[in-house]
């Protein structure tokens, strides 16, 4: 696992999914898209996806359990396209070999993602929002009044809406939460990273915004 060239418009990496892998594959991160193998052990099956297909992303590392104790490490990253597909990413450390380089590896992909694909994307979010309009990530709208969640019910899910003055955030290795600081413990929803798509979407924007008292009258592209 390595970084095999980056570029000022992109990042290659080279890999593979598991010893049992017999050989390497490359996986390109550009600002106009994702260049990605998804063929068998023996059989390369590269493509292409434009960045303008690609409608979202999650990600996330999971333990492995055997019989007696943990054998292995997946790392995972999935690709949300507008037709609905899902484009898997996934490489797998065993028995705590090269479990550092895996992490090393995995943040250095995550953050060529984030920085190539999305970042840009949070920031035609913000603009939209200063020029008034109202903006949607994973069910939570956002607009000049304040934030729109989705909270659990015993009968139905309901809606609410948190204030600006009141919207709070907590971000953990794994999930980050939305929450109104008046009612904490009754208003509130985790968004994770590894199931839920976007989240780090959803923070980056959300984060963001909270720097300004009132976002509806400040310019957050600045």
């Known amino acids: 696992m390595d970084i095999d060239f980056e570029t000022k418009e992109a ?55 055997g019989i007696y104790f943990y054998v292995a490490l997946d790392f995972h ?19 705590g070999v090269g479990k550092e380089r895996g992490h090393w590896f995995y943040n250095s992909l995550i953050n060529a993602v984030w920085n190539r694909l999305f970042v840009s994307r949070v920031k035609e979010m913000l603009q939209q929002l200063n020029d008034g309009s109202e903006i949607e990530i994973s069910k939570v709208r956002m607009n000049s009044r304040g934030v729109v969640i989705i909270q659990s019910g015993f009968i139905s899910d309901e809606k ?9 955030t907590a971000d953990y290795a794994t999930y980050f939460v939305i929450y109104s600081k ?40 600045k």
């Open 11 to 65: 990042t290659g990496f080279e890999y593979r999914r598991s010893w049992l892998d017999f050989r390497k594959r490359k996986l390109v991160i550009e600002d106009s898209g994702i260049k990605i193998d998804t063929g068998h052990p023996y059989f390369r099956n590269e493509k292409f996806i434009p960045a303008d297909q690609i409608k979202g992303f999650r990600y996330g590392i999971k333990w492995v359990r």
């Open 77 to 95: 990253l999935y690709f949300l396209l507008h037709d609905k597909q899902v484009i898997p990413f996934t490489f797998r450390c065993y028995y």
């Open 160 to 168: 609410v809406l948190i204030p600006w003055e009141e919207v709070g």
């Open 182 to 221: 008046k009612d904490k413990a009754r208003i509130n929803c985790s968004y994770r990273y590894m199931d839920d798509w976007n989240t780090m979407v959803l923070n980056g924007v959300l984060r963001t915004l909270l720097e300004y008292s009132n976002p509806s009258a400040n310019d957050v592209t």
